[in-house]
């Protein structure tokens, strides 16, 4: 997973503006536009959110002490005193059984609100607006928060989504399914009959645009 051997593919880094994660391939994106609360996915309000899932070699360094930090600022820093059965951000990918998951590697959730939308660039750093470009099996990494939380009885941390850097392409963890034409060929001869019995249109016809539709 890691091109040119650059360290930081592994490891993530700190850098001025916040926290890198490792390189990861990204699954169930929405970056470009935020998801919207269905039946099916349970939201409660739309938010924008991706799935990072990593290699089983990652070093979370950086995202472990940021989220100790979170929890530090939460429950104070002798950790007898925290809650019992505290939720962590990472969890097995076997837990998914799905396709480019791998067992006994980690994965994370990050999420961003509509009112924080994240930056999302191509590895020159420009800004990418074309949707066809951050698809499920491509691979990047994300600047991240953590925060801890305490809602209706479920305590933990999390890691809040910042922006995403897209690094490489991959193989698209869903198939892009390829359309075949099922149109059975029609005779030249046929074809210009068709068009010299066209009937007029517009005005020629008689018949505003109302009309045509009673």
């Known amino acids: 997973m890691f091109p040119n051997q650059d360290p930081r593919f592994k490891t993530g880094y700190v850098s001025p503006n916040g926290v890198i994660t490792p390189l990861a391939r990204i699954s169930y994106p929405n970056l470009l536009a935020p998801q919207e609360p269905t039946a099916q996915n349970g939201l409660k309000a739309a938010e924008y959110n991706l799935v990072l899932l990593f290699d089983k070699t990652a070093d979370f360094t950086h995202l472990r002490k940021i989220a100790e930090e979170a929890l530090v600022k939460k429950w104070g820093a002798d950790q007898a005193q925290w809650p019992a059965g505290l939720k962590l951000p990472f969890r097995d990918q076997g837990e998914k ?5 791998e067992p006994g590697s980690k994965f994370i959730t990050v999420k961003a609100n509509i009112q ?30 953590a925060y801890a939380y ?23 963890l869903v198939a892009r399914v390829q359309v075949q034409p099922g149109f059975a060929p029609v005779a030249a001869a046929a074809q210009e009959g068709a068009a010299s019995a066209a009937p007029a249109t517009g005005a020629a016809a008689g018949n505003s645009a109302a009309s045509i539709w009673g």
């Open 116 to 145: 924080h939308k994240p930056f999302v660039v191509d590895g020159a750093g420009r800004e990418i607006l074309d949707p066809v470009l951050i698809y499920a099996g491509c691979y990047g990494w994300a600047q991240v928060h």
């Open 97 to 101: 059984k799905k396709e480019g998951y």
């Open 150 to 172: 305490d809602q209706k009885g479920n305590r933990g941390v999390k890691f809040g989504l910042d922006g995403f850097q897209k690094v490489l392409d991959g193989e698209p």
